[in-house]
């Protein structure tokens, strides 16, 4: 089930929380939802869950619109809000079963489908505690298992991963990622290593408005620009001669040395060209060792960074 975001806008009082955002996430795929603090994530997660309405635009799950099909949408999502809130006096098996009569599910269907949850979100050995009892990670799992009970096609999950350890992170990441290949996933975080991991694409909102839209790759090659590389090459020659040969070769804009180190230079190729092959080429015309040729990722922290600033 496709979910279209259609001229998106929020207001609070005279604050615009979201800015006139549109955007689609098709079946079988898994979306990051990025940005920092106060950019208008959760608010777009609360007007696609219909948990509260839009200034103005629209958004439809299929031929569903928020406006004139509210209660069937809900029935179609599965939410896990930032602040996960939980009957803490009720014991975990009791919480599920509860959720499962609240979706209106058959109550011969709700047994099976908990159990699985329990299994799933590996809450087996604390079922029948009360959650008040649990750590932050566990109930971060109830959360997780209230929102799939009703085995919705969509799911918006705000900050899955927040209050687990890195061995819950890896297992609720396979979990989305599995949940991904037949369902409809939007899910926010701050772990941008868990967004790269476990998501197929990203888009990330500054200020109500979204500023980037790809994959991880598409983000960083693009904020990349020109391809930067770093070279080490051991030479008999003048290093300022190395220097000033690297510097002109037809696909080179900038070489300069790196860290004051005898034989390591920084290239910037000029755009849309690469300097590798040139590089190998020079260093066999001058008999030089080449003994590093290593390429300059951006990271998306980076990209992250330089579009939120």
């Known amino acids: 089930m496709a979910v279209t975001v259609e001229n998106l806008s929020k207001k ?23 940005g920092p603090n106060g950019a208008g994530k959760s608010t777009t997660m609360k007007m696609i869950t219909c948990f509260i309405a839009p200034a103005s635009g629209d958004v439809r799950l299929d031929q569903f619109s928020i406006h004139e099909d509210a209660e069937e949408i809900k029935k179609r999502i599965g939410y896990l809000p930032e602040n996960n ?25 709700i047994s099976a489908r908990m ?25 971060q799992r109830v959360g997780l298992a209230q929102a799939m009970i009703h085995d919705p096609e969509v799911l ?19 979990l989305i990622k599995e949940l991904g290949k037949e369902k409809t996933v939007i899910l926010s975080s701050h772990i941008l290593s868990e967004v790269e991991a ?24 693009q904020a990349q620009g020109q391809e930067l590389l770093n070279i080490e090459i051991e030479a008999e020659a003048d290093y300022d001669n190395v220097l000033e040969e690297l510097t ?30 040139a ?23 980076d990209v992250f ?4 600033n």
């Not at 070489?255 to 590798?276: L, T, V």
């Not at 260093?283 to 390429?295: D, G, I, P, Q, R």
């Open 248 to 277: 002109g070769l037809a696909s080179v804009e900038t070489a300069r040395k790196r860290n004051g180190q005898e034989g390591k230079f920084r290239i910037q190729s000029k755009p849309d060209k690469s300097s590798r092959k």
């Open 85 to 109: 809130p939980l009957y803490t006096d009720m014991p975990v098996i009791e919480y599920l079963q509860f959720c499962g009569e609240v979706q209106g599910m058959a109550k011969g269907e």
């Open 12 to 34: 609070y009082g005279s604050q615009i929380a979201v800015d006139n955002i549109s955007f689609t996430v098709n079946t079988g795929e898994v979306v990051g939802f990025l």
């Open 115 to 139: 159990h699985e949850m329990i299994e799933k979100c590996g809450l087996d050995t604390e079922k029948h505690k009360k959650i008040n009892e649990l750590s932050k990670g566990y109930r």
């Open 156 to 174: 918006i999950l705000d900050e899955p991963t927040s209050g687990l350890d890195p061995n819950q992170i890896v297992e609720i990441r396979n």
């Open 198 to 221: 476990t998501c197929d694409r990203i888009i990330i909102i500054n200020n109500g408005r979204i500023v980037a839209d790809g994959t991880s790759l598409s983000l960083r090659q």
């Open 305 to 308: 960074r330089e579009l939120t």
């Open 279 to 301: 590089v190998f080429d020079l260093c066999v015309k001058n008999k030089w060792y080449l003994t590093e040729m290593t390429a300059i990722e951006t990271k998306l922290e």
